[in-house]
């Protein structure tokens, strides 16, 4: 899978479309940069653009953005809601797929050095980039705004860690850095901007103070009136939706417009979101509403629901949903082939896809069809008695399902590692060393893939019951994952890796024999 590093850059513009529409050509017209989303708000006077790409595009896009909106955005006439330092106020880095936090650093020192080299403004590295544990934190460095920046260059505390200490009217600074996913979250309300501002010191983690700390850890807040939609609302940044999820925040912020006597009226996400976030929160209604929802499109659609979040317009999941967006934008998938071509991949003349992607494409059938009998049995009044059990039956069933489809290309994957240690030189003593131990590492994880999935079927097998065909798909699956765990085996060189995987596949393999045929024994009697 590719590199991708989210970047999302806000400037201080959300009027003039002419600007926002500048700005976005110059990201999409960058080479390898792909332009997700762009979210412009006239009360706060900013726009947030979204883009993914590999680390040195999305560093060139963010140039690129830079420079249109350099001759475009004059800060000495901006106002708007949203606290702001500069034309290009924040440009965080964020990593996405196969990328680390240092990689996102070093794109946030790279842009920032170029971008002072380039434009001949102050810029300032916050959240992970940052050098000083003072300017870690970007309110703390957006501190006194645009407007105390003239007196703020002046003292050294305040050096810009790139550029010259000059206040450059028309621009101002520029703060980038390297953050995890931060959450631009608002919860609309019927009432005043002071009301709106009253419970976000009450929610946020800073509070109205050090000896009045905020109930919700890593939130921001800051209350303000949406001119444009004629409503307040309680503005967050959930910098860790992990430790204080979407939810959390939303049912603080009624619990404390109820003891006010204000109506919630939905809620805005700005920008884009992780699927997680939005499934931590579904199972959270779930679980305390006792609902029984398994897909992850009406997960989705009740989280929406409960939180109102197209209160202000549509919220289209393809559209503001991460994964979703860079799901399209990766085509070499195995299971994002149609079966036909699938298929024909597996036919082809290469040594992956295999029978260990095939493996896992009929273990993801086998599951796929105990949670079809499942949900066919459940909500019909003749099998009413059966909803607790199936209740409890389908989830599996379900998980396991797309658990599966993921190894299809996690078993390819894999493999192409070996191929890929297998092309390294060697010439050298040295470099035979590595070779080697490059192949060992790549059949290890070539072992690892089919292994997992014996194990992820095991699960099943004492729910399985009466359902013949899954039963025969599932055995299968453990026997082409057995007999692909022991070609590879034979060049490790491991020997007790070796030992303790091949007893651990043949345990695996008995287990599926046997949980099979007991499961063809009872359909046969029943019959």
């Not at 493999?415 to 131990?437: C, G, Q, W």
Request: with cysteine; proline share 5%; hydrophobic share 40%.
């Amino acid at each position: 899978m590719a590199q991708l590093v989210e970047c999302v850059p806000n400037f201080s513009e959300g009027r003039n479309k002419e600007v926002i529409d500048a700005i976005s050509a110059a990201i999409s017209g960058t080479a390898g940069c792909s332009l997700l989303d762009v979210d412009p708000g006239a009360s706060t006077n900013r726009t947030v653009y979204t883009f993914v790409g590999s680390p040195d595009a999305v560093v060139e896009g963010a140039l690129n953005a830079a420079r249109q909106a350099f001759s475009l955005i004059d800060m000495s006439k901006h106002s708007g809601e949203h606290p702001r330092t500069g034309a290009m106020d924040v440009c965080p880095f964020i990593p996405v797929q196969n990328v680390t936090m240092e990689d996102c650093v070093t794109c946030a020192q790279l842009f920032g050095q170029k971008l002072a080299d380039m434009l001949h403004v102050p810029v300032y590295l916050y959240g992970e980039a940052a050098r000083t544990e003072t300017r870690r934190s970007l309110p703390s460095v957006r501190a006194g705004e645009y407007e105390a920046l003239p007196d703020k260059l002046k003292r050294s505390e305040w050096t810009p860690d790139f550029g010259p200490t000059s206040f450059i009217p028309s621009w101002g600074a520029t703060v980038t850095g390297a953050r995890k996913f931060l959450i631009a979250y608002n919860v609309n309300l019927i009432g005043t901007k002071e009301q709106a501002h009253r419970i976000a010191l009450d929610v946020r983690e800073q509070g109205r103070g050090k000896d009045q700390p905020g109930l919700l850890k890593k939130v921001q807040g800051m209350g303000w009136y949406l001119d444009e939609a004629n409503i307040a609302q309680v503005s967050t940044n959930i910098l860790d939706y992990e430790l204080t999820p979407l939810h959390s925040v939303y049912e603080e912020v009624c619990r404390d417009a109820e003891g006010l006597s204000l109506p919630v009226v939905g809620s805005q996400i700005v920008g884009l979101i992780p699927l997680k976030a939005l499934l931590d929160s579904a199972d959270f209604y779930i679980s305390r509403e006792r609902l029984f929802i398994i897909e992850e499109e009406h997960k989705v659609r009740l989280v929406i629901s409960k939180l109102g979040l197209d209160s202000l317009g549509p919220f289209n999941p393809k559209e503001r949903i991460i994964e979703y967006m860079v799901g399209s934008l990766e085509d070499g998938r195995l299971v994002s082939l149609s079966l036909q071509q699938f298929v024909q991949h597996v036919g082809a003349r290469t040594a992956a896809p295999g029978g260990g992607s095939v493996s896992a494409a009929v273990a993801a059938l086998g599951a796929a069809l105990g949670s079809m009998v499942g949900q066919m049995t459940y909500g019909k009044r003749q099998f009413e008695n059966l909803d607790g059990v199936m209740r409890r039956l389908i989830p599996p069933f379900h998980q396991a399902m797309n658990e599966l489809l993921h190894m299809v290309d996690a078993d390819s994957s894999a493999f192409s590692s070996y191929m890929v240690a297998l092309k390294m030189p060697k010439s050298t003593a040295e470099e035979i060393k590595r070779r080697e131990a490059a192949m060992q590492e790549g059949l290890k994880r070539a072992v690892g893939v089919p292994l997992a999935l014996a194990e992820r079927i095991a699960v099943l097998w004492p729910s399985l019951k009466e359902i013949v065909v899954a039963a025969k798909a599932l055995e299968t699956a453990v026997f082409g994952a057995y007999y692909n765990i022991m070609i590879n085996l034979k060049d490790i060189t491991d020997d007790s890796f070796k030992l303790a995987t091949q007893r651990k596949a043949s345990v695996l393999l008995q287990e599926a024999k046997s949980s099979a045929a007991a499961v063809l024994d009872a359909a046969e009697k029943r019959n």
